[in-house]
């Protein structure tokens, strides 16, 4: 009786560990959709729709780094864009 006792708890306690586990997380360990998109490629007038890291400008063009062109901020997020 003991080790069907000891072997259920072992079960409950890896269910759940695996349970608050699961979801995509950040390195501060906040889920992904908690995090503030902070950078220049989301924050400035024209972004690139991929995000690139240090993409983004104050004037229409192309992305430096994949070579798509910039869409207006306001437009992109007008339709609820969300990732």
Do not use: R, W
Not at 5 to 29: D, R
């Amino acid at each position: 009786m003991n080790a069907k006792f000891n072997f259920l708890v072992i079960a409950l306690l890896a269910i759940g560990l695996t349970l608050s586990s699961c979801g995509p997380k950040s390195a501060s360990g906040t889920t992904i959709e908690q995090t503030t998109k902070q950078g220049k490629e989301y924050t400035s007038a024209y972004v690139c729709p991929m995000h690139c890291d240090d993409s983004g400008s104050d004037s229409a063009g192309k992305c430096p780094v994949c070579g798509m062109g910039y869409v207006k901020n306001e437009d992109h997020n007008s339709d609820n864009h969300k990732h």
